[in-house]
């Protein structure tokens, strides 16, 4: 009795485990669809889903600034654009830094940067606009909500004001 109560055990922690492992390898939405997200949300007055919308879309959007940027300086030491008097070797430079920003990205990246943000979304993102509707959404919600954000409220500038009722 007691050997099959430890063979349960142990093939629910290893299901539980391999449910965890699967979780965290399915690939993140791209940043678009997040901020999107937070924004429906945030039109919804679901400012609790706002501000989680609104915080893993600046995320993703950083975390693919910054692995473009490292991609972008490792391609360029591997990978220098010679400039000579034929055109046709500079093109094939230009080909093998693709290739190795493709490679560096991986799959899900790749496809984020082959098909870019809408200018719309760039524009928001530049401007700074997400920040501004998760200020908002942070005014919204209650306090007990933001300790676990990914912004906290001194780093956000939030004010815990409760807004007027």
Partial sequence: MAAGLRLLLWTTALLLLLLLLRASCEPEPPFEALYAAGLEAHARADFAGAVRGLERALSAERRLREKRAGCGRRCRREEPLEAGRDPLPLAGAFLR????????LGPE????????????????????????YLQRAYIQVPPRFCPGALFPPRASGCLWVSPPT
């Fill in 97 to 104: 830094r693709a290739r190795c920003l493709r490679a560096c």
């Fill in 109 to 132: 990246d790749a496809a984020a940067a082959a098909a870019p943000a809408g200018q719309e979304v760039r524009a928001d993102f530049q401007r700074r606009l997400p920040y501004s």
